[in-house]
């Protein structure tokens, strides 16, 4: 029997992933260490941050608590880690495993947390004169699995 609340948080890594990709995507090469303001972090340490939340979500849903804090890597091998992160998240959950934790709880803190994120990048990226292409969310096919 397919639990609804688990195919939406299926959804929500999804729509990181699709979010995350329009992003990241297209980049300048300075872009991962452009900072806004001395006490801001930069492009390529929020993406380490939300490679993080990814694999962290993935050791909750385990019933693990890990608190992450990794050295950001190169900007495309952060890029490559933040899919990676979201594949494992997205492959966990499509056994049937127990989840450790409601679907609700990683929705209101690291799901929420990682799109949170995206959207600071996003904003970056206009202020460092690389904005994003528009793009319609509501319209996107976004679906698991395209990673």
């Known amino acids: 029997m397919i639990d609804p609340k688990r195919e939406l948080l299926r959804h929500m890594v999804a729509t990181v992933a699709f979010r ?5 995507s297209g980049a300048p ?7 806004a303001a001395n006490s801001a972090r930069t492009p390529v340490e929020i993406l380490a941050h939300i ?8 050791y909750l849903l385990k019933g693990e608590i890990v608190y992450m804090k990794s050295e950001p890597l190169p ?3 952060e890029i490559v880690r933040f899919f990676g992160g979201l594949r494992e998240l997205d ?6 495993a127990p989840l450790a934790h409601p679907v609700e709880k990683l929705v209101q803190g690291p799901i929420g947390d990682a ?13 460092a004169g690389s904005p994003v292409e528009a793009a319609s969310y509501f319209e996107a096919e976004i679906t698991p699995d395209v990673y």
């Not at 490679?51 to 993935?58: A, F, K």
């Not at 492959?91 to 049937?96: R, V, Y």
Request: a negative charge; charged letters at 20%.
């Open 75 to 77: 900007w495309e091998e």
């Open 29 to 35: 090469p300075d872009f991962a260490t452009f900072r």
């Open 115 to 127: 799109l949170t994120h995206i959207g600071q990048i996003v904003l970056l990226r206009r202020i």
């Open 20 to 24: 995350g990709r329009v992003a990241v």
């Open 51 to 58: 490679g993080d939340l990814l694999y962290g979500s993935h």
């Open 91 to 96: 492959s966990f959950l499509t056994t049937d």
